[in-house]
């Protein structure tokens, strides 16, 4: 059984803090990662993807990916009340996607 | 389209009766996904669409549940019976290549 665990929240952070969101994954032999966010009542929209070890920047988000502790993390800097979303980790294994449970995340103003 | 096109947006039906959710992918994606959220939930996966290849039904809950893709474009999600533990959003996702998913608005399922 393929399994992407999170951290359901919600987590909390006031404006301008930095959020960090965590996700674990039980399959060594996974690919490719991703992060989602999800307003409520919206579809799923992909904003960061991470493939190797390391860290990946793309404006306020940071993916951070530890293969070796199946572990991937996204930093978002200088959150914003427009943050606050759903969170979705998912792991891809070939062509399929597995989908952690979400981080509800609330930036406080 | 411009985007992954799914109806109706909202369907309200009777146990027992039997629901057809539609999926219409990005022009030009060969993968076409079907996922499942209930209320505060993540996304539960039901099957997977490669080209012409036999999909993964591996999600599917049960034999009530089937799917379909004509033609390689255009998917039918189909419940037949619907049970109220179905109420949920259903979600498809197309893709062109495996890495990145394209989510249509879903829709929402109400069973009573």
């Known amino acids: 059984q393929k399994e992407v665990e999170q951290n359901s929240g919600p987590l909390s952070v006031p404006e301008g803090a930095i959020a960090s969101l965590n996700c674990t994954y039980s399959?060594?032999?996974?690919?490719?990662f991703f992060w989602y966010r999800q307003y409520s009542g919206k579809s799923p929209e992909l904003i960061m993807s991470i493939y190797s070890n390391g860290d990946k920047e793309d404006g306020r988000f940071t993916a951070q990916l530890n293969k070796a502790s199946q572990y991937v993390s996204l930093l978002i800097r200088d959150s914003q009340p427009s943050d606050s979303a759903t969170y979705l980790c998912a792991v891809s294994y070939g062509q399929n996607f597995v989908f952690g449970p979400g981080t509800r995340l609330s930036v406080l103003p | 389209g411009a985007g992954v096109s799914q109806s109706p947006s909202n369907k309200v039906t009777e146990k027992g009766k039997d629901v057809e959710l539609r999926c219409d992918p990005i022009?030009?994606?060969?993968?076409l996904y079907w996922y499942r959220q209930s209320l505060g939930q993540g996304l539960e996966f039901l099957i997977y669409?490669?080209?012409?290849?036999?999909?993964?039904k591996s999600g599917l809950p049960s034999d009530r549940f089937s799917a379909e893709r004509t033609g390689g474009s255009v998917s039918t999600l189909t419940i037949q019976r619907t049970q109220q533990e179905d109420s949920a959003v259903y979600l498809c996702?197309?893709?062109?290549?495996?890495?990145?998913?394209?989510f249509g608005n879903g829709t929402r399922l109400t069973v009573t």
């Open positions: 669409f490669q080209g012409n290849s036999a999909p993964d």
């Open positions: 996702a197309s893709s062109r290549q495996p890495a990145t998913l394209h």
């Open positions: 022009s030009g994606h060969t993968a």
């Open positions: 399959d060594r032999g996974s690919q490719s």
